[in-house]
């Protein structure tokens, strides 16, 4: 008896394996499929399974709220290999909420990942075009994770478009994301998202929120379309109180085009954008171009702005830094950033205090840091800097002013004009 009691004690103590099941459509040649739906097979499933996907186009709309991997698959289909899984649904209609969200209006996704910690998304192709949302009652992700830990890699998301809800006072941020991450659980959440793929959305590539998420968000390409999209776009946005590390993606947006300088800026796009994040976030070696601002930082606190490539920015500036958001921006680096040509160096460079490589905004929290071996050639000038802050080092080319001394000009710059 004491020998069996034994047994039965220590089989209970070993772990069971992870199964996968495999999804695949009928008549693609995807052997051995057991399910034909996703839903279906993510339903069975139990914690810590894989979700094999062959090929195929599956008018789907997932909600995951356990650890689960989903993975894309090659198969041969009529004598040739298909890497493509397509996940598009025919509308939109869950709904979370997410006290989070900027608006605080419900979210509604292809893939929902809610409450859930261990959750792996790749090799898929995610399309949110067919949402057919109007205005600003949902507001519209390729892929949400809310309160929920894991990996996205290795995806194309797409089609997160609603151009039908603009910013207004109520919906500041619009709708529209590639992938949105948030939380307001009193816990701490960890999100990698690379090496995606993540276009035609209408408000951000990437957007992260709340306090105790920590993202980062790296080797990705991220393609916007700038004024053109009729609201502000952000190609990566992290704000109150999210932490994130923003490496070796290559950002694109949009350039004004025919608009005026100060229409473009009322519809501007931003490479990265950080407003009231939490200690230690960071950017570095990423490449953004074409956009009215490379880098907007609006409150943050340590820091790290490094190495990144800025190139084409017109109406704004390639670093724009402010403390306003949080009533800070300190104990900052911002350092061997390469910056290219900000302009156009007009009469709205030097009225508006635009046009240059990296500017700071005196009288809004912005104390303590150091700028340092950044290089600006063909802009307006190359830092206006607060004398709060240390500028170091840098090499300035073919800019009309190399540095320029904020505090000294409060209400214009001086004139954008050869001497």
């Known amino acids: 008896m004491k020998r069996l009691a034994y047994a039965v004690l220590f089989s209970a103590a070993i772990p069971l394996a992870a199964a996968t ?26 914690a810590g399974d894989l979700i094999e996907i062959c090929p195929g186009l599956y008018q789907e709309q997932l909600t995951i709220t356990k650890p689960l991997t989903l993975a894309g698959l090659q198969t041969e289909i009529s004598g040739q290999l298909v890497n493509r899984v397509v996940i598009q649904p025919s509308s939109l209609a869950t709904t979370v909420v997410s006290d989070g969200a900027v608006s605080g209006a419900p979210v509604t996704a292809v893939i929902s990942v809610i409450g859930a910690n261990g959750v792996s998304i790749q090799n898929l192709a995610i399309d949110a075009s067919q949402n057919h949302i109007n205005g600003c009652a949902l507001l519209v992700a390729g892929i949400y994770f809310h309160n929920s830990s894991g990996q996205i890699r290795n995806n194309a998301v797409f089609g997160a478009d609603v151009p039908s809800c603009a910013p207004t006072k109520a919906v500041q941020n619009g709708s529209g994301f590639g992938i949105e991450i948030d939380a307001d659980a009193n816990s701490t959440f960890s999100v990698l998202v690379d090496r995606n793929s993540i276009h035609d959305f209408s408000k951000e590539g990437v957007l992260v929120l709340g306090t105790g998420v920590t993202a980062t968000i790296s080797n990705n390409t991220i393609s916007g379309v700038g004024p053109s999209a009729r609201a502000f776009q952000f190609g990566v946005f992290i704000l109150n109180g999210a932490v994130g590390h923003v490496r070796n993606n290559a950002i694109t947006e949009g350039l004004c085009g025919v608009l005026s300088a100060s229409s473009c800026l009322a519809l501007r796009s931003e490479g990265v954008v950080l407003k009231a994040v939490g200690d230690g976030t960071t950017v570095d070696g990423n490449t953004i171009v074409n956009a009215q601002y490379g880098i907007f930082i609006n409150g943050a606190n340590l820091a790290r702005i490094a190495n990144n490539q800025i190139r084409n920015i017109d109406a704004g500036n390639g670093i724009d830094i402010q403390g306003t958001a949080s009533g800070a921006f300190a104990n900052s680096l911002v350092a061997g950033n390469m910056i290219f040509h900000v302009g156009p160096i007009d009469q709205n460079a030097s009225l508006n205090q635009r046009g240059c490589g990296i500017e700071e905004y005196a009288g809004t929290g912005v104390s303590g840091n150091t700028i ?36 000294l000009y409060p209400i214009t710059f001086p004139p954008a004009t050869e001497p």
């Open 21 to 46: 099941l495999k999804v695949g459509r009928p008549n693609t040649g995807c052997n051995q499929a057991q399910y034909t739906a996703i839903g279906d097979a993510v339903k069975a499933a139990s």
């Open 372 to 407: 340092v071996n950044n290089t600006v050639s063909d802009a307006f000038c190359g830092v206006a800097a607060v004398e709060a802050d240390f500028v170091v080092s840098g090499t300035y080319t073919n800019t009309l002013y190399p540095l320029l001394d904020a505090d």
